[in-house]
């Protein structure tokens, strides 16, 4: 081994130290960068050769510039999005459902509900009293318009959930397609450079907010492409898988229709229903796995539709109770009339509630045409505020009052946006702590890229004096030779 080789090795080392400095560099430069893993240089010797029977070192190469990458992390990371993606969209959709029952901070359904049955009990001690006719007429039309308000509040709620569908799924789709556009750049670089780190911390992170938005597994392949597949529990066991990432290939969603129907067609088109609301078993009803999209379409079609049915029902209710016994009494029109309806009909829901009456003379307090000043009628309708009723929603039944039977659903709503906030603050917790730990792996700190800077720094300046001692001792080799 001669000088000439001496030189050679420290021209490699200039060359690989010089690649190690940008590698710090680059790591340094996107510190803040979402998604970045750290890259590191991964060196070794250079095969020796022989000199004079004994082998020796021709220098150091690089091995392969390494990101850091924990695969069980990431996938960790996938699994905590999409639970904190379902449990936010749904707590963000309860928070604004939940004034409309905040029986505390506004005189809502409930007190004026109170309110009417108290105006009847205030009739009956001056039943001809136009003053206090007038009073249960307008508590009953403050009542109605709080039925209305509810009813309204809920519909434009679903509707709100209804019109974010579309946006969600075009989201969705266009991360789909990314995706496996990253993976065909992946494949093809790596066939021919051997190192795409950045591309696929971008593809990973791309996955990790896919994962937000609908729930996604994903399988690594040898050849540097990830697939993407959901699952379709609706159907076996066992259930179905439907890729919509298969390497370079991509499959999508697609929503149609009022209300829209969500399909799932896989990279060889294959589709999924089962998230057709119209379907026997639409799956993500029950399914929490889904991120944001699940939690938007269980909202449109079940919770807000079930705490409308409550309303609907007392509203029914109410009005058939009142109606019935306000018919069997005598107004003070002349001639007296019984047999009149307070509401508007029967089987009526909270958005088309409306009074019947349309002067203080045709309320019906007297229970007889010979006393038409008498109180009895208006009595047993003060007395409805507490008559225990059977409610029925759905498959459930409810026996109460009207009072109870609101403040259940009240009490309901206020339950299920504690339980959301409870959950989303686990799911919050839980998801910071994973990306603190991959921060602590995968994440750049600058302390230890500046301590591998001077490292390298120190390395590449020892390669240069190799190269001046070398340059040096060639000179002198040449004046002997003069």
Same mark, same amino acid.
């Given at each position: 081994?001669?000088?000439?080789?001496?030189?050679?090795?420290g021209?490699?080392?200039?060359?690989?130290?010089?690649?190690?400095?940008?590698? $710090?560099?680059?790591?340094?430069?996107n510190?803040?960068?979402p998604?970045?893993?750290?890259?590191?240089?991964?060196?070794?010797s250079?095969?020796p050769t022989?000199?004079?029977?004994f082998?020796?070192?021709?220098? #150091?190469?690089i091995?392969?510039?390494e990101r850091?990458y924990d695969a069980?992390?990431?996938?960790?990371?996938?699994?905590?999005?999409?639970?904190?993606?379902?449990d936010?969209?749904?707590?963000?959709?309860?928070?604004?459902?939940e004034?409309?029952?905040?029986?505390?901070?506004?005189?809502?359904?409930?007190?004026?509900?109170?309110?009417f049955? @108290?105006?009847w009990?205030?009739?009956?001690t001056?039943?001809?009293?136009?003053?206090?006719?007038?009073?249960?007429?307008?508590?009953?039309? $403050? =009542?109605?318009?709080q039925f209305?308000?509810?009813?309204r509040?809920?519909?434009?709620?679903?509707?709100?959930?209804?019109?974010? +569908?579309?946006?969600?799924?075009?989201?969705?789709?266009?991360m789909?397609?990314? $995706?496996?556009?990253?993976?065909n750049? $992946?494949?093809?670089?790596e066939?021919?450079?051997?190192?795409?780190?950045? =591309?696929?911390?971008?593809?990973?992170?791309l996955?990790?907010q896919?994962?937000?938005?609908?729930g #996604?597994?994903?399988?690594?392949n040898?050849?540097?492409?990830?697939?993407v597949?959901?699952t379709?529990?609706?159907?076996g066991?066992?259930?179905?898988?439907?890729?919509?990432v298969?390497?370079a290939?991509?499959?999508s969603?697609?929503?149609?229709g009022?209300?829209?129907?969500?399909?799932?067609?896989?990279y060889?088109?294959?589709?999924?229903? %089962?998230?057709?609301?119209?379907?026997?078993?639409?799956?993500?009803?029950?399914?929490?796995s889904?991120?944001?999209?699940?939690?938007?379409l269980?909202?449109?079609?079940?919770?807000?539709?079930?705490y409308?049915?409550? +309303?609907?029902?007392?509203?029914?209710?109410?009005?058939t109770?009142?109606?019935?016994?306000?018919?069997?009494?005598?107004?003070l029109?002349?001639p007296?009339?019984?047999?009149?309806?307070?509401?508007v009909?029967?089987?009526? @829901?909270?958005?088309?509630?409306a009074?019947?009456?349309?002067?203080?003379d045709?309320?019906?307090?007297?229970?007889? %045409?010979a006393?038409?000043?008498?109180?009895v009628?208006?009595?047993?309708?003060?007395?409805?505020a507490?008559?225990?009723?059977?409610?029925t929603?759905?498959?459930s039944?409810?026996?109460?009052?009207?009072?109870?039977?609101?403040?259940s659903?009240?009490?309901?709503?206020?339950?299920?946006?504690?339980s959301?906030?409870?959950?989303?603050?686990?799911?919050?917790?839980?998801?910071?702590?994973?990306?603190?730990l991959?921060?602590?792996?995968?994440g750049v700190s600058?302390d230890e890229?500046?301590?591998?800077?001077?490292?390298?720094?120190?390395a590449?300046q020892?390669?240069?004096k190799?190269?001046?001692?070398v340059?040096?001792?060639?000179?002198t080799?040449?004046n002997?030779?003069?």
């Amino acid at each position: 081994m001669g000088l000439g080789a001496a030189m050679e090795i420290g021209k490699a080392g200039l060359k690989i130290y010089q690649v190690a400095t940008e590698v $710090i560099s680059e790591n340094i430069a996107n510190v803040n960068t979402p998604g970045y893993s750290r890259q590191r240089v991964i060196l070794e010797s250079a095969p020796p050769t022989t000199h004079n029977g004994f082998p020796l070192g021709t220098g #150091v190469k690089i091995a392969t510039v390494e990101r850091y990458y924990d695969a069980l992390l990431q996938k960790q990371l996938v699994s905590a999005g999409t639970n904190l993606g379902y449990d936010s969209k749904k707590l963000n959709v309860l928070k604004q459902i939940e004034p409309v029952f905040n029986e505390v901070a506004l005189d809502g359904l409930g007190a004026s509900i109170t309110n009417f049955f @108290d105006s009847w009990q205030d009739l009956t001690t001056n039943p001809s009293g136009t003053a206090e006719r007038q009073v249960v007429l307008s508590k009953a039309q $403050i =009542m109605i318009d709080q039925f209305r308000y509810i009813d309204r509040t809920l519909k434009d709620a679903i509707a709100a959930q209804e019109e974010s +569908v579309v946006p969600v799924v075009n989201d969705i789709n266009r991360m789909v397609e990314d $995706i496996a556009k990253w993976n065909n750049q $992946i494949y093809t670089t790596e066939l021919v450079y051997g190192n795409a780190n950045e =591309m696929r911390d971008q593809r990973d992170y791309l996955i990790r907010q896919l994962a937000e938005q609908i729930g #996604v597994k994903f399988t690594e392949n040898s050849d540097g492409t990830t697939d993407v597949y959901m699952t379709d529990n609706s159907v076996g066991p066992p259930a179905v898988d439907y890729y919509l990432v298969k390497g370079a290939q991509y499959g999508s969603l697609n929503a149609a229709g009022t209300p829209a129907v969500v399909t799932a067609t896989d990279y060889l088109g294959n589709t999924s229903s %089962a998230l057709d609301p119209t379907s026997a078993n639409p799956f993500y009803t029950s399914d929490t796995s889904g991120g944001a999209l699940w939690a938007t379409l269980k909202m449109r079609d079940v919770t807000i539709n079930n705490y409308l049915g409550y +309303v609907n029902e007392l509203a029914n209710q109410l009005v058939t109770e009142v109606n019935t016994q306000h018919q069997a009494g005598f107004d003070l029109r002349n001639p007296q009339q019984t047999g009149v309806d307070f509401f508007v009909g029967t089987g009526t @829901d909270a958005g088309s509630i409306a009074l019947n009456l349309s002067s203080p003379d045709q309320i019906a307090a007297a229970d007889t %045409a010979a006393a038409p000043g008498n109180n009895v009628n208006a009595l047993k309708l003060a007395q409805l505020a507490n008559k225990s009723i059977t409610f029925t929603v759905g498959t459930s039944t409810f026996n109460g009052t009207f009072s109870t039977f609101y403040g259940s659903l009240v009490a309901q709503v206020g339950l299920d946006v504690q339980s959301a906030q409870t959950v989303v603050t686990q799911d919050a917790a839980f998801l910071k702590q994973l990306n603190t730990l991959r921060e602590s792996s995968s994440g750049v700190s600058l302390d230890e890229e500046l301590a591998s800077l001077i490292q390298y720094q120190r390395a590449y300046q020892a390669s240069a004096k190799l190269i001046t001692t070398v340059g040096e001792m060639l000179d002198t080799l040449m004046n002997m030779v003069r």
